[in-house]
């Protein structure tokens, strides 16, 4: 089994290009699925529905998340479906099995007020701080995922048309850039990038103090950072950043289609989650509007 999972993940690694993260998610589901067979004393070639099944029960029986369930679910049927397409298998003993039922949680989002403090927060008057001003407009502007950012490199910022262009695997989607981002961002580029960076052939648009590509830690870091600086109890993480983005453009009239686009989502029933926010602002004003209300 260990060869056929080792030759399933450079699959989809090739077929997919899939960030390192979410490859590790599925070599963690699998193995995790192989010793459950072995400690059952199950060859993973001739299991059935019911084995799958009962694999995903145990997994919520130790108190597994349905995320994580599902999950699960999903990388242990695409392990088969490449056993099939390899005619290791003839049938796939997860077809028919269905997903667990996941619960939408409301999104965590920051009021216009607590972005304009955080936002306030980073004072250009050093490298670091230009930097850090530059790079909270941005993801506040864009409402790009935390790893996208860190991928940026200088030349998918188009400053004369203000817009980046986001490229995640053989996807790519163009973002506007409001004009306190473009300014924050044209000041960084300009007055700080090119001291901070230790090497002309560094392309990363985001550097650290050392000149090297910025991290995701060192994202998190500097938001928790200017986070305790502004007093705000929340807990702000980059992805908190990119709802309020949706959430705000929403709220103030942003087509969900649009609003779709610019985060990337392939699913617009995940860009839904934010309509119960816009419900609430639309009560508020029916209520203050409608003579009747």
């Known amino acids: 089994m260990e060869k056929q999972i080792k030759l399933f993940l450079e699959f989809i690694q090739d077929e997919k290009k899939l960030s390192n993260n979410t490859l590790q998610s599925y070599h963690r589901d699998i193995v995790q699925y192989q010793e459950y ?4 004393k199950m060859n993973y070639l001739k299991v059935e529905k019911t084995d799958v099944e009962a694999y995903l029960a145990s997994l919520g029986e130790h108190n597994k998340k349905s995320s994580t369930v599902s999950r699960s679910l999903a990388s242990i049927r695409s392990f088969y479906q490449f ?9 796939d003993p997860t077809d028919g099995i269905s997903s667990p039922k996941i619960d939408k949680k409301a999104p965590s989002i920051l009021t216009s007020k607590e972005i304009e403090l955080l936002l306030n927060q980073p004072k250009d008057v050093d490298l670091k701080g230009t930097r850090d001003k530059a790079m909270l407009e941005f993801a506040y502007a864009t409402g790009m995922r935390v790893t996208e950012i860190i991928s940026l490199d200088i030349d998918d910022v188009n400053l004369e048309e203000g817009y980046v262009t986001c490229r995640n695997g053989n996807k790519q989607r163009n973002i506007p850039l409001g004009t306190m981002s473009l300014n924050a961002l044209k000041e960084y580029i300009n007055d700080a990038r090119n ?3 230790s ?4 392309k ?3 550097v650290n103090i050392n000149g090297k590509r910025l991290t995701r830690q060192g994202v998190w870091k500097i938001i928790k950072y200017y986070k305790e600086q ?3 109890t929340k807990d702000i ?6 709802h309020s983005f ?13 609003i779709q686009t610019m985060l990337g989502h392939s699913d617009i029933s995940s860009t839904q989650v934010y309509m119960q926010f816009q419900d609430e602002t639309l009560k508020n004003v029916y209520k203050k509007a409608h003579p009747r209300a």
């Open 37 to 40: 067979l072995e400690n059952n």
């Open 83 to 91: 056993l099939v397409r390899n005619r290791k298998i003839k049938h």
């Open 195 to 197: 001291v901070l960076i």
């Open 199 to 202: 090497d002309e052939n560094n």
């Open 204 to 206: 990363a648009l985001f």
């Open 230 to 232: 502004a007093h705000i």
């Open 237 to 242: 993480t980059p992805h908190v950043l990119r």
């Open 246 to 258: 949706a959430t705000h453009l929403l709220q103030n009239g942003a087509d969900l289609k649009a």
